[in-house]
Each structure stands twice: as C-alpha cells, then as structure tokens.
C-alpha cells in the first residue's frame, strides 16, 4: 500500500515539474534527457540482447548433445 502510494505521489510531482505554466517548467530538461539515454539504452538493450542470443544458441547446442548420448545409450543398452 505504502509503495502504491509513494507511487501517485511521484507520478503526481513528475507532472507538475514538466507543466510549463504553474509547473517547475522542466519538460525541455526532460525532453533533453530522454534525447540523451534514448541511444544508451538501445545499446544496453542490444548488448542484454546479444547475450541472451548467445546463451540461446549455447542451450540448444547443450541440448543436441544430451539428446544425441541419450540416443547412443538407449542403442547401446540390451533389448529386453
């Protein structure tokens, strides 16, 4: 509860400071701000991205290979 609260209550402040009329008047700092991260985040995302490919591709090759031994063993056990 606390938390949704501190929530609206920042909501609410982040509001007032970008109106430009009766507000802190700070929209063009936050238009320049977001001008500025938008390029870093993309390349965080794409780094976070690459990683997760690269895990991917690690897991389905792990995968190939537990299912190729557990193909040999199932061949190499007796049939009953």
């Known amino acids: 509860m606390v938390a949704l609260i501190v929530g609206v209550l920042l909501m609410a402040f982040c509001a007032f400071a970008c109106l430009p009329e009766g507000g802190l008047a700070w929209g063009s700092y936050v238009i ?17 991205s690459v990683f997760i490919g690269l895990a991917d591709i690690k897991d389905k090759k792990e995968a190939k290979k537990e299912e190729l031994a557990a193909r040999k063993a199932e061949e190499a056990s007796p049939e009953k």
């Not at 320049?32 to 976070?48: E, H, N, Q, R, T």
């Open 32 to 48: 320049d701000f977001l001008k500025g991260c938008v390029p870093v985040l993309a390349a965080f995302i794409g780094l976070i």
